[in-house]
């Protein structure tokens, strides 16, 4: 059951993740790879507050390694970031890596105090 909960959760979470990375890029037009960085730090917030509210752990396996681990994405987000640097922009990938990092880590922060 819990393959069934993580792979349907992931399904979702990928597709959310395409269809809102198209939807900021279409509203940001810029070059620098904001629709995955904004993907990442929400999934990092929502994962807190799963962490803390989520006690059913067949809910827990559906959202947290199924639906938040296909909407945020780390390969994607390397990729992003390699290319950055591939285009002799050192300083917006070293930006964007960490950045992305540092806000996610604090948005899972944040979002791990918030108990409903």
């Not at 993580?6 to 279409?26: E, H, M, P, V």
């Not at 827990?60 to 994405?73: E, N, V």
């Not at 390699?82 to 964007?96: M, P, R, T």
Request: proline share 2%; hydrophobic share 50%.
């Amino acid at each position: 059951m819990e393959f069934f909960l993580i792979g349907l959760g992931g399904g979702l979470g990928a597709a959310t993740r395409f269809s809102l990375g198209k939807y900021i890029k279409g509203k940001i037009n810029i070059h620098f790879p904001l629709n995955t960085m904004i993907i990442n730090i929400l999934g990092s917030f929502l994962l807190g507050i799963s962490v803390v509210n989520t006690k059913n752990p067949s809910l827990a396996f559906f959202i947290q390694s199924g639906f938040l681990g296909g909407f945020t994405t780390f390969s994607t987000f390397m990729l992003e970031g390699f290319n950055l640097y591939k285009v002799a922009d050192f300083y917006k990938s070293i930006f964007y890596l960490s950045t992305s990092v540092l806000l996610g880590a604090i948005s899972f922060l944040i979002a791990f105090h918030i108990k409903f």
